[in-house]
């Protein structure tokens, strides 16, 4: 076996800010892969966990879902805040979604909304996410030749298409936005609610104000929208208990919004910064479908989940013990030198192209379809119609260890 390795490079993974300097970041990431690609981290606040940093290694362990499991750890979080969520549920409160879950639940939970993110659903949403898609680019040409496409359109866009699919009313939208900023923002002084874990459960005790009110209507009538499905359905013959039910819908209305608009916004951001990949796509539309990918593998919103091991094992070597965690680094996993060529070029063609943004296994993510449908159907919109785009001023990330990608991009445009 070999020896652990404590790589002080590591201590990137727990540093929100790190997030926002995407060259610092890589630099780092790019060290641990070649250096200490499973790193042991003990960072101020956290409990020690391990980095893992290559592709194989965060497939091996998705792929083993009995070996490695959600439950106890699923996202990183200051061991302030995770005690607090654990007192939270075991109080009967507190958030439960699948990225908590391990099967036979998780299995039993997923099936309830599957069916409104496969193949005949997407087909049947495309015409309204066209729509929608348009309507934004239309609205860029009304507000132009200036704006910050983050603030602007691209957090709007997808809210609208998975608040739409959910049935909430478009009075709510406005709501619904702030809280997944200040969810998915918690380490980010612009987005921020509060510091402390208490003031930052907040968001989700508002979440859930919201959500129980809308599964109460929507058992009383049901319409034909996903908030029905989530609220009418049954387990062993009885509707989903509390914590469950309205941690679906938080993961739906968060989740599916927050990582398209990152994807989208940081997809434009390496177009503008890599105008001969524009000009390819531009000549070459049928590159869409790939461009998409590249975007994916390129934003990667989702930077890491955790897992936890069942048994006394081993990564590359470095044995783990039953109970330690290890962090899946999809950032670093997604600029592997062994799996991508050359990993720091954005290419709208790149075909393979087997990036982990949206996970592996059993936990591959459950709106993906989705998330590709409407990037692809913003840039089909936007892209014939853009004669030039270039930046107004200087991009700004979000401060997160979690989920997030780009809060603001001042540009400036001419459509056509």
């Known amino acids: ?92 409160g507190g958030l439960r979604t699948l990225i908590h879950m391990d099967d036979p639940l998780h299995r039993d939970i997923r099936k309830i909304g599957a069916d409104w993110f496969r193949p005949k659903a997407m087909r049947a949403l495309k015409t309204r996410v066209d729509e929608l898609a348009k309507i934004y680019v239309d609205k860029m040409v009304e507000d132009g030749p200036e704006c910050d496409f983050v603030q602007e ?30 969810m998915f923002g918690g380490d980010d002084d612009e987005f921020t609610r509060g510091k402390t874990p208490e003031e930052l459960h907040e968001v989700i005790t508002d979440f859930f104000r919201y959500f129980t009110k809308l599964t109460a209507d929507r058992r009383a009538s049901p319409t034909e929208d996903l908030a029905s499905a989530i609220a009418n359905a049954k387990i062993d ?30 997809g434009l951001l390496a177009l503008i910064e890599n105008q001969d990949q524009l000009a390819r796509l531009k000549a070459k539309p049928e590159l869409m479908g790939t461009a998409v990918e590249e975007m994916i593998r390129w934003t990667t919103p989702v930077k890491e989940f ?31 030198e062994d799996i991508f060529d050359e990993p720091f070029r954005f290419d709208v063609g790149r075909d393979p192209n087997k990036h982990l943004s949206f996970g592996y296994g059993v936990h591959f993510c459950l709106g993906a379809a989705l998330a590709r449908m409407e990037i692809n159907s913003f840039f089909t919109a936007l892209v014939p119609r853009l004669d030039s785009i270039e930046l107004a001023g200087d991009p700004e990330f979000i401060a997160t260890i979690f989920v997030g990608g780009l809060k603001h991009l001042p540009i400036r445009y001419a459509l056509r």
């Open 306 to 336: 955790m897992r936890t091991a069942t048994a006394d094992t081993e990564v590359r070597g470095v044995p783990i013990k039953e109970g330690e965690s290890v962090l899946l680094s999809y950032v670093s996993a997604n600029r592997d």
């Open 1 to 92: 076996m070999s020896t652990p390795i404590i790589d002080a490079a590591a201590r990137v993974l727990a540093d929100p800010r790190a997030y926002a300097d995407e060259a610092s970041l890589h630099a780092a990431l790019t060290h641990l892969r070649n250096n200490a690609p499973v790193s042991l981290v003990d960072a101020p606040d956290y409990r020690p966990f391990w980095a893992i940093t290559k592709h194989a290694d965060i497939m091996a362990i998705e792929r083993d879902n009995e070996l490695w499991i959600n439950a106890p750890r699923p996202m990183l979080q200051t061991a302030a805040t995770d005690d607090l969520s654990a007192a939270n549920l075991a109080a009967g």
């Open 153 to 182: 359109v691209a957090v709007n866009f997808p809210l609208y298409v998975i608040l739409s699919l959910l049935g909430l009313p478009e009075s709510d939208f406005g709501r619904m936005l702030k809280l997944t900023q200040e």
């Open 237 to 266: 013959g009885e509707y989903l208990n509390d914590i469950d039910c309205l941690s679906y819908y938080v993961i739906v209305a968060s989740a599916g919004h927050d990582t398209t608009s990152a994807a989208i916004s940081g």
